[in-house]
């Protein structure tokens, strides 16, 4: 988890793509999206964020089984000026790791949890069209990127198994929503989790992040509160997640900490708030709203 713009479920009409030859408007757009994106991003040393993340462990059919100790990071500020974001608390009381410590070990101790793709991976995919437009706002679809599913970055090869749904604001060109599904299996990984309490119980695992989630991000403009357009900033407000669970997994394993799981799940879900406040502005920017 890197900023708000990574912090990240299909609706009721499910996304129904079709494979078609890219149309340059389409290319044009998501070519100003993805600078768009670019350039919020170097906006982020105006701002502070928090992101909450909970997780549930559910049936088949939606009927939830399982609830798990929520988490919430905050950014933090590296010694070289970069950021990072570090577990600040857990919602049962668990004194998250390295919580005292020095920023830089602080950001050190999260470099192994990473977000499995990057948003702004996906807004370089060469399979794009416009689906609809309206009145300060156009739909364009992105559909998997069978030439960078080779790529040897593995969160490349994730974006590139993804298809989605961008909605830009005409304005800015920045997108207002995405939503999409894993349809490849470039975000299909098996690796061995890094715990940081107590002694690992857990071999390497199945990424839950795979073929068959879906995803839906949300993102809302900050204006400046001094009236300096340059320092407004596009945050990440919501993100919704539903992943396939093995049903015969016994361990989640998260932020560095494991979790005993039940019998009988098949999809685990996530959901992520994010609250925003700008430097010297003297108040937090809320989300009341966000999971009701």
């Known amino acids: 988890m890197k900023s708000p713009l990574y912090f ?18 389409a290319l044009d757009l998501l070519g ?82 990473r977000a499995p793709f990057e948003l702004s991976d996906l807004l370089k995919s060469s399979q794009v069209k416009v689906l609809e437009e309206w009145e300060g706002g156009v739909a364009v679809s992105i559909l998997p990127d069978k030439a960078r599913l080779k790529s040897d970055d ?51 695992m199945r990424a839950i992040f795979r073929k068959g989630a879906s995803f839906r991000m949300e993102f809302k403009l900050q204006k400046d509160k001094f009236g300096n357009a340059a320092n407004s900033f596009w945050v990440c407000t919501s993100q919704h997640y539903l992943m396939p669970w093995d049903s015969d997994n016994g361990l989640l394993v998260y932020w560095g900490r494991q979790v005993p799981v039940k019998a009988g799940g098949h999809q685990l879900v996530k959901d992520i708030e994010i609250k925003a406040a700008e430097f010297g502005a003297g108040s937090a920017v809320r989300y009341d709203d966000i999971g009701q």
């Open 8 to 25: 990240a479920i299909l609706g009721a009409t499910a996304l129904s793509l079709t494979a078609a030859a890219p149309d340059k408007e």
């Open 32 to 113: 100003k999206a993805s600078t768009a994106f670019n350039a919020n991003h170097a906006r982020e040393a105006h701002w502070n964020w928090t992101a909450t993340e909970k997780r549930q462990l559910a049936t088949r059919s939606g009927d939830i089984l399982q609830s798990f100790p929520a988490v919430t990071a905050e950014s933090v500020i590296r010694g070289d000026g970069n950021r990072c974001n570090a577990v600040v608390a857990w919602g049962d009381g668990l004194t998250p790791y390295k919580l005292l410590a020095d920023s830089d070990e602080r950001c050190r101790a999260m470099d192994d949890f």
């Open 154 to 204: 593995p969160a490349v090869r994730c974006a590139a198994s993804i298809e989605a749904v961008v909605k830009l604001d005409l304005a800015t060109m920045f997108p207002q929503s995405v939503e999409g599904k894993v349809v490849e299996n470039g975000c299909d990984l098996v690796a061995a989790p890094t715990v940081q309490y107590g002694r690992s119980a857990a071999a390497p």
